[in-house]
């Protein structure tokens, strides 16, 4: 099993930034990519950013030159450090860690709005 726990969500202007974190607990080892999906109101859940366990990342196109995902594998965390946030990036983001099965955090709101 493995455990996910998001923070760092909130409110922010357009424009502004914020840094989500998620932290990994468990069978870790066993996990070869994480990733940050987001799922906006009324809208379907979506892939934001993804990185394996040998650092190869990919992003959504809406998200380019704006999101960056990262991990620290001392500490067991992944980052999705959001610059130029839009509102519509508004949305709850859910952590992911796919090993045999697929884990997902709890989720954590992110406003953008003025």
């Known amino acids: 099993q493995v455990q996910l726990v998001e923070s760092g969500g909130g409110l922010v202007q357009p424009g502004g930034s914020l840094r989500l974190s998620c932290a990994a607990s468990g069978i870790i080892n066993s996990i070869y990519a994480m990733g940050w999906y987001r799922q906006p109101p009324g809208k379907q859940r979506e892939l934001v950013a993804a990185?394996?366990?040998?650092?190869?990342?990919n992003y959504v196109d809406s998200v380019k030159g704006r999101f960056t995902i990262s991990r620290d594998n001392a500490k067991n965390l992944v980052y999705l450090q959001m610059n130029g946030l839009k509102p519509e990036d508004t949305a709850v983001y859910y952590c992911n860690a796919k090993s045999l099965k697929s884990y997902w955090g709890q989720g954590t709101q992110v406003t953008v709005s003025s």
């Open positions: 990185i394996t366990s040998g650092g190869n990342v």
